[in-house]
C-alpha cells in the first residue's frame, strides 16, 4: 500500500448518513417534488456533458427547459429552493463520534493534509452539520466546472492541497461517483459502505469509521 500525503472526504453520505437528511427533507420533497424529480434528472444529464464553458449557465438552462420556465427563473430556483432552503434542513444534524475522532487525529498529523470535496456548495453546509474544521481545502466540484465522477474535480483537489493524485487518500460512499472517479486519477479510496462490494476497486471497504480510523493509523505507521 502506498503511503498518502492527504486525505479528502466526500461530504453527503459520508460525514453524515443519508437518511437523517432524508427523513428531515420529507416535507420540502413533497412540495417541491416537480423541481427535486427535474433538478435530479438534471444533475444526471449534466455530468456527462463535455466540455462544459459555464457549470451554472448550463444547470440553470437544462433546468429551464425541463421545467419550461425562463433561465433567469430556473437559476433563482436553485438557489433559493435547492441552496438555502434544502440545505438549511441539515440544520443541527448528528454527526458519528467516530467521524470527529478521525478528522481531529488526521488534523493533529502534521505530516497529513485534509480537505473535503462535494458535488454541492459547501461553505454553509460544514458550518450547519459542525464540520467546519480548518480543513486545508474546502472545494465543491461545482466550482471546477464538473461534478463527479469527471476527473477534473479529483485532480484539481489534489493541486490545490499541492500533492500527487497518487497521495490522495479519498473517502467516499458512492461507487460509481466516489470510489470510480478517484481510482481514475490514481488516488487512494475508501468506500464506505454497508456490506463491502464484490469485486470492489476500492483500497478500503468499511462500514464505520473506527474502521477506517484504524486502518488509517496502521498505513501511516507501515508504510
Known amino acids: 500500500m502506498r503511503r498518502f500525503d492527504a486525505v479528502l472526504f ?6 453524515y448518513d443519508n437518511w437523517r437528511m432524508y427523513l428531515r427533507s420529507i416535507p ?3 412540495r417541491h417534488f416537480r423541481l427535486m424529480r427535474a433538478f435530479s434528472k438534471v444533475r444526471r444529464e ?4 463535455r466540455p462544459i464553458e459555464n457549470f451554472y449557465a448550463l444547470q440553470a438552462e437544462l433546468l ?3 421545467l419550461d420556465i425562463p433561465v433567469a427563473e430556473a437559476r433563482e430556483l436553485i438557489d433559493r429552493a435547492i441552496y438555502q432552503e434544502w440545505e438549511s434542513k441539515l440544520e443541527g444534524i448528528t454527526i458519528d463520534p467516530e467521524v470527529r475522532e478521525l478528522i481531529d487525529y488526521l488534523q493533529g498529523k ?4 485534509t480537505g473535503v470535496l462535494s458535488d454541492f456548495p459547501l461553505t454553509r453546509k460544514l458550518k450547519r452539520i459542525g464540520l467546519d474544521y480548518p480543513w486545508d481545502l474546502v472545494l465543491s466540484s461545482e466550482e471546477v ?6 476527473p477534473e474535480p ?7 492541497l499541492g500533492v500527487r493524485p497518487e497521495a490522495v487518500l479519498y473517502v467516499g460512499n458512492s461507487y460509481h461517483y466516489d470510489v470510480l472517479g478517484s481510482k481514475a486519477v490514481g488516488m487512494l479510496c475508501a468506500h464506505y459502505a454497508p456490506k463491502p462490494r464484490q469485486n470492489s476497486e476500492a483500497d478500503l471497504s468499511f462500514s464505520a469509521f473506527g474502521q477506517l480510523h ?6 501511516q505507521e507501515y508504510t
Open 10 to 15: 466526500d461530504v453527503d453520505g459520508t460525514l
Open 28 to 30: 420540502f420533497a413533497l
Open 46 to 49: 449534466i455530468r456527462g456533458i
Open 64 to 66: 429551464g427547459e425541463e
Open 110 to 113: 502534521s505530516d497529513l493534509k
Open 145 to 150: 466546472g464538473y461534478l463527479k465522477p469527471n
Open 154 to 160: 479529483f485532480q484539481e483537489a489534489a493541486s490545490r
Open 214 to 219: 484504524r486502518w488509517i493509523v496502521q498505513q
